[in-house]
């Protein structure tokens, strides 16, 4: 018999009743075919009423329960079902009848945490910008790594480079190696505004590959050379590079915006086809003849203000042009400056706006430098900068940029006026000028004109100056305050007296995995920093393999795996907490090798761990031992920090029952 057509609504009722209930699933997402459900009972799945469902094709059982709908209709169906349970994709749906009773003494340290955090959360008002600037994070620090290879890679380029337009070395020997390096260079830089759509779209609920594309269209690649698109506010061809990655991010989030609008009301048998190409066409046409026309208007009237402040010159042309230089490369306004610097060494021999607006560059790592020095317990901001900061000094600033100022606000700003203090010693000092155009920075030294590079150097440590003492007093933002506060104020624990006719016993806890054993106060997490949860250690591992940390009984496995309960013979409890928030991810990076109530030593292994897939997932691999009842606790000493491998003793603990 044929099957009859079911609204959204009555599917996704229909598929909730085949899983068990609502109450059974944990979370729901879905991929280009399936609705993929996270349950808590199996033996509640029902498949053969699952199948019988008027618009499912097909289940699949496997580590989470797959529905297959198709294309053009799973989508729907995945969101009405959210909707239905009053969450996002991929949440965790409340009210499940899971282990939320009879809550042990970890599991109540765990709930206390995560209720601090969110009254922590609720102190801080909504902001719309903060909400921006977090997307803006979101959408480049997946990038970090590859703005960090290939910028030192760009810098060792730009260094050769100009040591041969010097002539201090020769370049019929070195010219081969450069251009290698320039190729691995432009793998990244060339193309960074498709890395930024395709990052954007992700961030926004658009299609990745459709948020690539709109990204290359700033590229202007097809375009006539011989009748160029023309700008609609001055009638002058596009350039490509218009727009910039700011016009791409507003691009592709408009993008989101009409696919999804389009993926509701499209029939789903030829949304598929549909969608993207209705999409595209938009979004191109918005892009093409109202954004990039829009940054080529700006653009104008920034070389009319550029012209205007090099005519007044000394100080002030320095600090105006050293400030505005980063905003203008955000916009993908730099261009314009080409054509000025080779005018200027056509006619003169030598540029003398380029060393200025090195100095925006300078002005990063000064920021950068105080954000380190004031946020010292951020593991991931530090560790954001410390791979960022040598590629700055040799002025590739996109992973500062990116990365590191412009996510949190603040610090962008005070960098831009250390950018601006470095131009203004720059303009004071005068007739320092490069005789080239290259990247900024300490590479820019050997191309400094006349002899001058002793007032270039001049004029970046002043940036450097400028931009670490504007950061350190005005740019650091409460929310970063806040948090170092917080870490600087952690408890120390201390014994209570207990009763000497109770029993003490010692136990020695060992090092979970390959790798670097840290004290618990070095954690991100202000939550584990702050030993909300207990005292610890965790391991930072260099592969996945995780044991029990001593000998006991598996006495919880959370339903998401990244935590897993352990007690020992005489009650100590332990709670293995494997990466930092990797609790969103679903459990999906996560192989637990052991069961409930099952019997472990120190060299069992309880579970495999993609690292990799938490890493790519923007999230830290930290592995946290913590001891969670700790009035049991009578002492606790860290033994070893440092390299270990695992089932090292790392930390002796005693214990009283």
């Known amino acids: 018999m044929a099957k009859n057509e079911l609204t959204l609504t009555e599917l996704a009722k229909q598929i909730y009743a085949g899983a068990g209930g609502m109450g059974n699933v944990d979370s729901v997402v879905h991929c280009m075919t399936r609705v993929r459900m996270k349950v808590i009972d199996e033996s509640l799945v029902d498949v053969a009423k699952l199948k019988a469902i008027p618009g499912v094709l097909g289940v699949v059982e496997d580590e989470q329960l797959q529905v297959i709908i198709g294309p053009g209709k799973v989508n729907k169906v995945a969101q009405e079902m959210v909707d239905q349970a ?11 009848p899971n282990v939320t009773t009879g809550l042990s003494g970890k599991d109540k340290v765990n709930e206390r945490a995560q209720e601090m955090k969110k009254v922590q959360k609720s102190k801080q008002k909504p902001s719309k910008i903060k909400s921006i600037l977090k997307d803006i994070s979101n959408i480049f620090v997946p990038m970090i790594p590859a703005f960090v290879g290939t910028g030192i890679v760009a810098g060792i380029a730009a260094v050769l480079t100009n040591l041969v337009t010097a002539g201090t070395i020769d370049g019929a020997s070195w010219q081969q190696y450069i251009d290698i390096m320039n190729i691995l260079k432009n793998g990244m830089f060339s193309y960074l505004v498709i890395y930024t759509g395709i990052n954007a779209a992700q961030v926004f609920g658009a299609t990745p590959t459709l948020g690539g594309v709109i990204g290359a269209v700033v590229m ?26 700011i016009g791409v991010i507003f691009a592709v989030w408009l993008l989101s915006i009409v696919e999804k609008k389009l993926h509701k009301i499209v029939p789903d048998a030829v949304d598929i ?26 653009s104008d009237g920034m070389v009319g203000g550029i012209n205007w402040v090099l005519s ?11 400030t505005l230089f980063l905003p203008m490369v955000m916009f993908g306004l730099h261009q314009i400056l080409t054509p000025i610097h080779v005018q200027m060494i056509d006619e003169t021999g030598r540029t003398l706006l380029l060393p200025i607006l090195a100095m925006a560059g300078a002005g990063q790592v000064g920021a950068a430098l105080a954000l380190w020095v004031r946020c010292k317990k951020d593991k991931e901001l530090t560790e954001m900068i410390k791979g960022a900061l040598p590629v700055g000094i040799l002025g590739i600033g996109e992973p500062l940029i990116y990365g590191v100022t412009l996510p949190l606000g603040r610090p962008f700003i005070t960098a831009c006026i250390g950018g601006g203090i470095g131009g203004a010693v720059i303009g004071l000092i005068g007739n320092i000028g490069a005789i080239a155009i290259g990247p900024s920075g300490a590479a820019l030294i050997p191309l400094i004109s006349d002899g001058k590079w002793f007032g270039y150097v001049l004029g970046l440590l002043a940036a450097y100056a400028g931009g670490f003492l504007a950061t350190f007093f005005f740019g650091i933002p409460k929310e970063q305050l806040a948090k170092e506060e917080l870490a600087e104020e952690a408890p120390v624990y201390t014994a209570s007296s207990t009763d000497s006719t109770n029993q003490t016993q010692a136990v020695q806890l060992c090092a979970v995995a390959d790798g670097t054993v840290q004290s618990i106060e070095q954690a991100s997490d202000p939550v584990f920093a702050q030993k909300m949860m207990g005292e610890g250690y965790f391991v930072e591992p260099t592969n996945g393999h995780i044991y029990a ?22 009650g100590l409890e332990l709670l293995i907490h494997m990466g930092v928030n990797t609790v969103e991810l679903g459990g999906t990076p996560f192989d637990i090798k052991v069961s409930e109530g099952q019997a472990v030593t120190k060299d069992t292994m309880i579970a495999d761990v993609d690292l990799a897939a938490i890493k790519e997932a923007g999230k830290e691999t930290a592995m946290m031992v913590l001891l969670t009842n700790m009035e049991h ?20 603990v005693e214990s009283v029952k």
């Open 633 to 652: 606790v009578l002492t606790f000493v860290l033994t070893h920090t440092g390299e270990v491998r695992a089932k090292t003793p790392v930390m002796d």
């Open 312 to 322: 007044v010159g000394g100080a002030f042309s320095g600090f105006v042009l050293g």
């Open 86 to 96: 009053g969450v996002k994709l991929g949440e965790k749906i409340p009210g499940n």
């Open 273 to 298: 086809i549909v969608t993207p190409t209705l999409s595209l066409i938009a979004i191109g046409l918005i892009e093409i003849f109202l954004i990039m026309p829009l940054a080529g208007f700006i």
């Open 549 to 570: 940390p001593t000998s006991g009984i598996i006495s919880s496995i959370f339903p998401t795996k990244h935590a897993i309960g352990l007690t020992t013979a005489d």
């Open 220 to 245: 202007l690649t097809g375009m006539n050379p011989e009748a160029p698109l023309t700008n609609l506010f001055t009638g002058t061809p596009l350039a490509a590079g218009q727009g910039g990655i």
